[in-house]
């Protein structure tokens, strides 16, 4: 593991080996933390490969005040602090001298703290926060978010958190690892990360083999009804950049890619681009066949329709190409794509192939080459 250490300059052996001394002595962890008075204090360091260990532990005196006196300074890494069932993240880089850290326990969630001394932790804590304050985020933001950080670390720090090892991923965490072969080369980060590049890349791969729906194919045809029982078919948009979107009104992340996916409608509507959105709302064949009244049923359903066309209007989804079956998973459409998990996407060109699959990365890029 690379260490981290202050260097003094070589006047005299004696002088050397004071100065060290000193700057060692003031390295530490200090701060306050309110509504946690004589409450222990844990601190967890997850090193290469993710895993935890307790670094450092504390009592929190009754004013709320908390030391960790750590003679070898602060190593880099992702850390955890852990005060009865609060506990909040952070990323030290190992170059924190005295690192000063002040919040209510109450609003770890939050991630509402204020640290002082420590750039690697005020960076993380700042771009981590506006995940927890409920707004809507999407996944190129997110990505956007992690590719803008300046430590490694941190960025890294946050793939652990919001990504999460998933394919989709893939292209963040290859930079992510590049940049830690620089700034934290040959560190147990670094090596690690290296090898959880390698894992993501081969679940990558067989996520690619499992799809149905392949990139320069044909779009297969999609031909169901809309709230008022008109069918609109797939290939009616022929001609059109069209972004076909399994969702449902129950899926939080298809709800929260809305907002964005209104905003690329809004601004390239005119120039030749639409959204067809399937619903994955209603009741599968299972649920139904224990419904025996039909009385009951017709309610039901009627209630999962006023879910889904809800949902269309609470999300301003403008466009006119709304569909669904009613048949949640046994909706045929999503078997004869691949749909096994929402939110999913595919963009089809105007020859009616497809373009890309889950393209969320770069999804504006792409409308605008096809437009």
Not at 234 to 253: E, M, N, T
Not at 293 to 316: C, F, H, P, Q, S
Request: charged share 25%; aromatic share 10%; hydrophobic share 40%.
């Amino acid at each position: 593991m690379k260490k981290f250490f202050s260097i003094c300059l070589f006047f005299t052996l004696a002088s050397l080996f004071l100065t060290s001394c000193a700057q060692m002595g003031d390295k530490g962890i200090k701060g306050n933390f309110s509504n946690a008075a004589n409450m222990p204090l844990k601190l967890v360091r997850f090193g290469g490969g993710n895993m935890p260990k307790d670094y450092a532990s504390a009592t929190i005196d009754a004013s709320g005040n908390f030391k960790f006196d750590l003679k070898e300074g602060i190593q880099p890494g992702f850390y955890k602090f852990e005060v009865g069932t609060n506990s909040f993240f952070t990323v030290f880089n190992g170059k924190e001298k005295s690192v000063n850290i002040t919040g209510d326990v109450n609003n770890f969630p939050k991630f509402d703290v204020k640290v002082e001394g420590s750039e690697a932790s005020s960076e993380f804590i700042n771009t981590i926060k506006p995940f927890t304050a409920g707004a809507e985020i999407t996944k190129e933001q997110a990505i956007a978010s992690v590719m803008n950080t300046k430590d490694a670390l941190v960025g890294m720090s946050l793939c652990n958190i919001l990504f999460r090892g998933m394919p989709d991923f893939i292209d963040t965490y290859k930079e992510i690892s590049k940049r830690l072969s620089t700034q934290y080369k040959d560190s147990e980060y670094d090596k690690s990360y290296v090898e959880i590049v390698k894992q993501i890349e081969q679940a990558a791969v067989v996520q690619a083999a499992k799809e149905k729906i392949k990139v320069g194919m044909d779009a297969p045809e999609i031909n169901l009804p809309d709230a008022s029982g008109k069918n609109i078919a797939l290939s009616s948009l022929k001609g059109k950049v069209v972004l076909v979107d399994f969702w449902a009104s129950w899926c939080g992340p298809c709800r929260r890619a809305n907002p964005h996916v209104v905003e690329l409608y809004n601004k390239y509507k005119e120039k030749g681009f639409t959204v067809y959105s399937v619903s994955l709302d209603g009741l599968d064949e299972r649920t139904k066949s224990r419904i025996t009244d039909n009385a009951e049923l017709k309610t039901r359903m009627e209630e999962e329709k006023n879910k889904w066309l809800g949902a269309v209007a609470a999300d301003k989804l403008a466009w006119p190409n709304h569909v669904s079956e009613l048949r949640k998973w046994d909706t045929e459409a999503a078997k004869n794509w691949g749909v096994d998990a929402i939110p999913r996407t595919f963009l089809i060109g105007k020859d009616g192939k497809v373009a890309a699959v889950n393209a969320q990365q770069d999804l504006e890029a792409q409308i605008q080459k096809l437009l």
